[in-house]
C-alpha cells in the first residue's frame, strides 16, 4: 500500500488552483520523478474539475486510485495511491486535512492562492503518517487484527484436526455432548456424505 500525492485545490467558476501538495515519488526512478508530481498534479486539477461540489469519488487511472472531495465551499482535495490503498482510510485523511486547512487558511485566500502563497504546511507529515493506513487510521488496524485472528483459529483448529484426531472420534468421546446431540451429528454427517460424492 502506498500514499503517492495528497493536494489541496480551490474549484473556482473558470479553474481549479492548486494551493499545496505533497508528493512521495521515491518509488520512481530518479528521472521520472519530476515527470511523476507534475502528472499527479495536472490528474488532481483534471479531477476536481470534473467533480461536482459536494462530492465524493475514486477514480481509477491505471494502477492508481485517485480519491477525490470537493466541498460545497469549493475547497477540495485529491489523493493518489495505488489500488490496494483503503478508499475509506483516503477519505478520512482528505476530510481531517480539509478541515485543517480551512482553519488555518483564511477562505478569502484560496480564489487566489497558490503553493507559494499559502502558509500550511501539515501535509508532508499526513503524507508520511498515513503511508501505512494501519498505523494512521486505528479501524483499519483494528480489522487487521481481526482478520489476522481468524487466521490463526482457522489454523489451529486445522492443526488440531491434522493431529489424527478425528471429528467423529471426538464426538464419541465427548462427555459434554448428550445422546441426542451425538445422533443428531450422526445423521447429518450421513444426509451430507452422500451429498458430497459427486
Not at 3 to 27: P, Q
Not at 36 to 51: G, K, N, Y
Not at 79 to 94: G, H, K, N
Not at 104 to 113: F, L, N
Amino acid at each position: 500500500m502506498k500514499l503517492y500525492s495528497l493536494s489541496v485545490l480551490f474549484k473556482g467558476e473558470e479553474k481549479v488552483l492548486l494551493l499545496k501538495n505533497a508528493h512521495d515519488v521515491s518509488s520512481f526512478s530518479f528521472f521520472q520523478r519530476s515527470s511523476a508530481a507534475e502528472f499527479m498534479i495536472f490528474t488532481s486539477q483534471l479531477i476536481v474539475d470534473r467533480s461536482q461540489k459536494g462530492s465524493r469519488a475514486s477514480v481509477r487511472q491505471e494502477g492508481y486510485l485517485c480519491h477525490v472531495y470537493v466541498r460545497p465551499d469549493s475547497l477540495a482535495g485529491v489523493a493518489i495511491a495505488d489500488s490496494e490503498y483503503p478508499s475509506r482510510v483516503a477519505f478520512t485523511l482528505l476530510e481531517k486535512v480539509l478541515d485543517e486547512f480551512s482553519k488555518q487558511v483564511d477562505r478569502i485566500d484560496w480564489p487566489i492562492g497558490s503553493p507559494d502563497t499559502i502558509n500550511y504546511t501539515a501535509l508532508d507529515g499526513y503524507l508520511s503518517k498515513y503511508q501505512n493506513p494501519r498505523e494512521a487510521d486505528p479501524m483499519t488496524k483494528v480489522q487487521a487484527e481481526l482478520d489476522e485472528t481468524k487466521i490463526i483459529l482457522h489454523n489451529t483448529m486445522e492443526s488440531l484436526l491434522e493431529r489424527g484426531e478425528k471429528l467423529d472420534d471426538l464426538v464419541s468421546k465427548s462427555e459434554v455432548l448428550g445422546v441426542q446431540s451425538k445422533a443428531f451429528y450422526k445423521t447429518a454427517r450421513k444426509q451430507n456424505s452422500c451429498c458430497a460424492i459427486m
